[in-house]
């Protein structure tokens, strides 16, 4: 089950270097930089100002900050197969595993959401990972969104049990939200994941 981190730069520490070493690899045969950092400050300034734009706790280049990179993300993405295919495995079971907890009985106001890692082309990195263990639900919720706007694949990681389970009842009101035609924001391409299912793949790749 959950790995026990009590601080999110310790989580960090850990898979940076398997991203790092991951996408160094890609970046190398597609002969392209590809920079992976912490605490990446997504800030935009165009003509002097600075227009606010949060930060991730992980992520992973070329940054589109203010230019577009959308073929670069699409090789890259082609040399991921293996990565996205197993993160769509273990989020879907985390679906299956949150929604079969409830005994059939789910609530109206929760959708499983389709997952479509195209669906933020445009996006201001190529992955963006969001870690949470003792934010509330409000941090959690503006987690979500902000990993969904900034990445073309967005990770959000429950370090304990209450946030994994909020995490996918967050995901699945945006997506009923959006299902009955109420403001909303699409998370096609959030996925979440239990703290040690992330490092579980990072080492399987290694």
């Not at 300034?45 to 992973?60: F, Q, R, T």
């Not at 299956?96 to 445009?122: D, K, M, R, W």
């Not at 992955?127 to 902000?146: F, S």
Request: neutral net charge.
């Amino acid at each position: 089950m959950f790995s026990g981190y009590q601080r999110v730069g310790d989580y960090t520490d850990v898979i940076l270097p398997k991203l790092q070493s991951l996408f160094g690899k890609i970046g190398s045969k597609l002969n392209l930089e590809i920079e992976v950092e912490k605490e990446w400050p997504s800030e935009v300034e165009l003509d002097g100002i600075h227009y606010y734009s949060p930060k991730l706790d992980v992520a992973v280049g070329p940054f589109a900050i203010q230019g577009v990179f959308i073929k670069e993300y699409d090789k890259i993405q082609k040399e991921c197969i293996n990565l996205t295919k197993q993160l769509k495995i273990i989020h879907n079971s985390n679906f299956q595993e949150y929604f079969g907890s409830l005994h059939g009985q789910y609530p109206e106001f929760l959708t499983v959401p389709h997952i479509n890692l195209h669906a933020n082309s445009n996006s201001r990195c190529f992955l963006g990972v969001e870690i949470e263990n003792k934010t509330d639900r409000k941090h959690m919720l503006g987690a979500i969104i902000n990993v969904a706007a900034l990445s073309r694949i967005g990770i959000v990681v429950a370090c304990d049990k209450a946030r994994f389970k909020a995490l996918f009842t967050m995901v699945g009101y945006l997506e009923y939200l959006h299902d009955v035609n109420k403001p909303s924001f699409k998370t096609e391409n959030v996925l979440v994941l239990r703290d040690d299912q992330l490092l579980k793949i990072f080492n399987t790749l290694d």
